[in-house]
Structures are given as C-alpha cells and as structure tokens.
C-alpha cells in the first residue's frame, strides 16, 4: 500500500533508486568494514555477489514497482510472493536439493494459486497482462537472490553481503 502511494510521485525506476541508495547510505558502515575483508574475494563470490546484487536490488524491486504500478497491491504481492515455489525450484536443479512428494503437491498447488489470481488480473486487458509479468520477473529475481544468498551467507558475513548487495544495487540503479 505504501509502495502504491510513493508510486503516484514517483516511478518504479525512480523509487527502487532513492529505496537502494538510502539502504546502500544506512549500511555505508559495514561496507566500509566489508571492504577490509572482501578484498581477497574469490571470483565465484564476486560473481555470485554481482547476481545477488542485481537480482535483489535491482530486479526485484524494479519489476515489482512496475507491475505494482498497474495491479492492485493484494494480486501484485500474491504474485511475488510464489517466490518460495520458484526457490524451491532453482534449489532442486542448482544445488539439487531433494523434494518429498508432500513438498512438490504443495509447491504445485500454491502455483495454481499464483495462476488463478494471474487469471483474474488478465482479463482485465493487457496493460494487465504486462504487469503480470513484471510481477513474474520480479518473483523469479527474488528466488533467484534467495538461492544465491544461501551460498554468499555460508562464505561470507550477513552485513557484508547486506551492504555490498546494496551499493551495487544502488550504483546499477542511478
């Protein structure tokens, strides 16, 4: 409902920007400190770091602003929160994490969830039709981050990603 709001002012470019530059000044501090333990980063950590930055803080937010500009906020948050069905997902085929057949009933039934309420929100016309897949993208990145963050979180402190994760979004932002 706020995101609703600031969209009246703002666009969704805009308001991921000034959301990830404020994050990125909040967290100046333990960037600063991370700077001092991330210089030896391996170039599998700064990749994943670079995915986890684009796909948390600029991704993310863009593609959710966008399709929130258009959708109602209950059907645009339903969409993206069928982010755990498409993390469930990336986690069988990335790190092949095991599904019980209890898991992949109630994955498949919170997706058909997700593919009603898209339904509803389609036949309202294709300015609809876009913002559904915006909310999509946007879901997709958040999985995606959520995926790639497990491994960033095992190597490395939680501010450390937190901070960089932030500036960088902020930077590929403005």
């Known amino acids: 409902v706020v995101g609703v709001a600031a969209l009246r002012a703002l666009s969704p470019l805009a308001l991921s920007a000034w959301r990830y530059a404020f994050t990125a000044v909040l967290f100046a501090p333990a960037l600063v400190a991370a700077a ?3 210089h030896h980063l391996t170039l599998s950590d700064g990749l994943l770091l670079l995915i986890a930055s684009l796909s948390s803080a600029v991704f993310y937010p863009l593609f959710y602003y966008r399709s929130l500009a258009v959708l109602p906020p209950v059907e645009s948050l339903l969409i993206v929160n069928a982010a755990p069905v498409l993390t ?7 790190y092949r994490e095991r599904l019980s057949k209890r898991q992949v009933i109630g994955l498949v039934i919170a997706l058909l969830g997700v593919v009603v309420i898209s339904l509803q929100a389609a036949t309202r016309g294709t300015q609809s039709l876009e913002a559904i897949f915006d909310a999509v993208i946007g879901t997709a990145a958040f999985a995606l981050y959520s995926v790639v963050s497990r491994k960033l979180y ?11 994760t932030s500036f960088v979004g902020a930077i590929f932002l403005w």
Do not use: G, I, S
């Open 36 to 38: 001092k333990r991330l």
């Open 88 to 94: 469930a997902l990336f986690a069988y085929f990335f």
């Open 154 to 164: 095992m190597r490395l402190p939680l501010f450390d990603v937190l901070a960089v």
